[in-house]
């Protein structure tokens, strides 16, 4: 076997003409450069140096291998170049899937500040549902997903971030529903708005009515949780959203939130990658600002 420090050692000596200079170069004796350059002549079969008085010269064969050596360690250093820029977060790219809610009110303070202190770092975002980034994580089309939990999958490493607490909120016309309180089945009597179905939050709703053996009919189910903000501040219904991203909105008196028994209870976003798959430097860096 041919160790690439047998080449190292002819390249530069090839390049300074002198032996000990090369042994120099790469900190190592002198008889040690010798000894890597004559098995490097016996493993390809060629003298590779033609030594005379002044040093050392390439021999034909010795030109030929240089040429290709000097190529080899260019890229080398490239790649090692490279490497330390990804290790510094001088470049790089992360991918993440998250949905269009929790990319606005959980993401996007973070990516500001990231983006600041990495600007050589790219970041793609895709907005699926929670079920729809498990597929892409799957298909290595992205690095990590930030969804909403409960998630089980075994094939997912899962971390807590942010804790979300789920809750109905009404506009003026439903504001005497926020001064009572009031039983799930008495709510089911009004107009509900609700995410559509097959979203991990809506999954989750439906399972809190049947826990507490009710049934709900939206009379809308809409794509995202800011359209439920928007129409149930427009007196269309009473809407579930996170109470997280609606504080504004309920400290100024722009949304009231219902007080029903019994309350929604907490659950967590989280984030998720795949298990023994290497996440990328920047996409860990990312992570942790986000737990």
Do not use: W
Not at 154 to 179: M, P, R
């Amino acid at each position: 076997m041919i160790s690439i420090e047998h080449y190292k050692a002819f390249y530069y000596a090839a390049l300074t003409g002198s032996i000990s200079k090369a042994a120099k170069k790469l900190f190592i004796t002198q008889p040690a450069a010798s000894r890597s350059i004559k098995q490097l002549e016996i493993t390809i079969g060629s003298p590779v140096l033609f030594r005379t008085s002044k040093g050392v010269t390439p021999t034909t064969e010795g030109e030929i291998l240089f040429e290709y050596v000097e190529k080899a360690l260019n890229s080398i250093n490239i790649a090692e170049k490279r490497i330390r820029d990804l290790q510094n977060m001088d470049t790089g790219e992360i991918r993440i899937g998250i949905s269009d809610t929790l990319c606005k009110h959980y993401l996007m303070p973070h990516l500001e500040s990231f983006n600041k202190e990495f600007p050589g770092i790219k970041i793609s975002v895709t907005n699926p549902t929670t079920p729809r980034t498990i597929e892409l994580l799957k298909s290595g089309k992205i690095d990590f997903g930030v969804v909403n939990l409960p998630v089980a999958d075994t094939d997912l490493e899962i971390i807590k971030g942010i804790e979300l607490q789920d809750c109905f909120v009404c506009s003026e016309k439903y504001k005497f529903l926020a001064n009572i309180s009031i039983s799930l089945d008495e709510l089911c009597n009004y107009p509900i708005l609700l995410l559509e179905q097959l979203s991990n939050t809506r999954i989750y709703l439906d399972k809190y009515f049947s826990d507490n053996n009710c049934e709900v009919s939206p009379v809308m189910e809409l794509g995202n949780i800011d359209l439920l903000v928007e129409f149930a501040k427009i007196g269309i219904g009473i809407s579930s959203v996170i109470k997280n991203f609606v504080e504004d909105d309920l400290s100024t008196g722009r949304l009231f939130e219902l007080n029903v028994n019994p309350p929604i209870p907490p659950r967590n976003a989280g984030i998720v990658y795949l298990k023994r798959t290497p996440l990328p430097i920047a996409a860990k860096n990312f992570i942790k600002r986000l737990i």
